[in-house]
């Protein structure tokens, strides 16, 4: 449900007009079966009727599905789709496994403060370097 919701926002969100909308999800396979159905089920899902869906798994996420997604979901395989450094997430780790020693004795609570304070840290030189 947090998935339909997030999806239905960022595709109405400033997107009058566009053809189409490309919905990268690591188990978008199994996420978008009963999509639609849920849409017209629920009071307040909605797309732009005008759009169509165009569905894919990043590649790092492919690799661990069954041989049919990576023809059905690839990438590659989508006229105009480009490539993606990375997904997200998996691009911190680098940088995450150098703290994970020290973290790894931590409490739960404590860790999770780390990785926020490290995560945001991580934004922060992001967002100010982002003109450079």
């Given amino acids: 449900m947090n998935i339909d919701y997030s999806i239905c926002n960022a595709l109405n969100y400033k997107s009058k007009g566009l053809p189409s909308g490309l919905v990268i999800y690591d188990i978008v396979c199994q996420w978008w079966i009963h999509f639609f159905r849920r849409l017209r089920e629920s009071r307040f899902l909605t797309i732009p009727e005008e759009m169509k869906l165009v569905t894919a798994v990043g590649s790092f996420h492919l690799s661990a599905h069954i041989p049919e997604c990576f023809v059905l979901f690839s990438l590659?395989?989508?006229?105009?789709?480009?490539?993606?450094?990375?997904?997200?997430?998996?691009?911190?780790?680098?940088?995450?496994?150098?703290?994970?020693?020290?973290?790894?004795?931590?409490?739960?609570?404590?860790?999770?403060?780390?990785?926020?304070?490290?995560?945001?840290?991580?934004?922060?030189?992001?967002?100010?370097?982002?003109?450079?």
């Fill in 76 to 132: 590659h395989f989508i006229l105009g789709a480009g490539q993606l450094d990375g997904e997200i997430l998996e691009t911190l780790w680098a940088a995450f496994n150098k703290i994970s020693s020290s973290a790894r004795a931590m409490t739960a609570a404590h860790r999770r403060e780390v990785y926020d304070d490290h995560m945001r840290d991580s934004n922060w030189k992001k967002l100010v370097g982002i003109c450079k």
